[in-house]
């Protein structure tokens, strides 16, 4: 297991022990997290993917190289969804937060 991979499971395990509604689940085939059903994290396209809304601006949160999620070649980004790479992973715990507690907002 690489080293951004073991961070996504020591995040996933933590997450999960403090959230009775926090599951695993799968993202375009990437592991991934959950709430209510809703993914708000995910693990893959170089990095960890996470659901911070609309709104959201993670450069304002510190990190330098935040992509929009766009996993079709035809259509525009996800809105909402952010790419934070592995070069960042030491931000990772805090924005799988922020992307839970925007997701039980839904």
């Keep these: 297991m690489s080293k951004p991979h073991a961070e996504f499971t ?3 395990d933590i997450m999960a ?3 009775d509604d926090v599951l695993p689940g799968k ?3 990437s592991p991934a997290l959950s709430c209510k059903g809703k993914v708000f ?3 893959g396209k170089g990095g960890m993917g996470f659901r911070l809304g609309p709104q959201s601006d993670p450069k304002s949160l510190g990190i330098r190289k935040p992509e929009p999620l766009s996993p079709f070649r035809t259509k525009p ?3 909402g969804w952010w790419i934070v790479g592995e070069d960042e992973a030491s931000q990772w715990e ?3 937060a922020r992307a839970l ?3 039980r907002m839904l």
């Design 10 to 12: 020591r995040i996933c």
């Design 17 to 19: 022990a403090m959230n």
């Design 27 to 29: 993202m375009m085939s």
């Design 41 to 43: 994290a995910f693990f």
């Design 77 to 79: 980004p996800l809105k």
């Design 94 to 96: 805090s924005l799988a």
């Design 101 to 103: 507690e925007f997701t």
